[in-house]
């Protein structure tokens, strides 16, 4: 049996649910109509302009994957991490084998 604390208590998560639709024809005369816009120059280009609106949506919703990218940590380094885990969980199950069962 668990021990409540009242003290400090987690708040439960909010649901956040940003329904998303997508209309390809409107999608490609928006992006007509920004390219014709700059090539007559009444718009500049931006940094904008470039990235669409659900990059990184997914990353900055979660708090670890928010964390780890501030750490600077990519595939390469999880997967070191991953393949020294397993290593070192190898070597744990091979001495645990060699004690404990033979």
Do not use: C
Not at 38 to 49: A, H, N, S, W
Not at 80 to 89: G, P, Q, T, V
């Amino acid at each position: 049996m668990a021990i409540f604390s009242f003290y400090n208590m987690r708040k439960p998560r909010r649901f956040e649910h940003k329904p998303i639709y997508y209309d390809p024809k409107k999608e490609a005369l928006d992006e007509r109509i920004r390219k014709m816009e700059i090539e007559m120059g009444v718009r500049q280009e931006t940094e904008e302009d470039y990235k669409p609106s659900i990059k990184g949506t997914f990353i900055e919703g979660t708090s670890h994957l928010r964390k780890s990218r501030a750490r600077g940590d990519n595939s390469g380094t999880r997967e070191s991490k991953n393949m020294r885990l397993l290593l070192i969980l190898a070597l744990l199950l091979a001495a645990f084998w060699f004690f404990f069962l033979k």
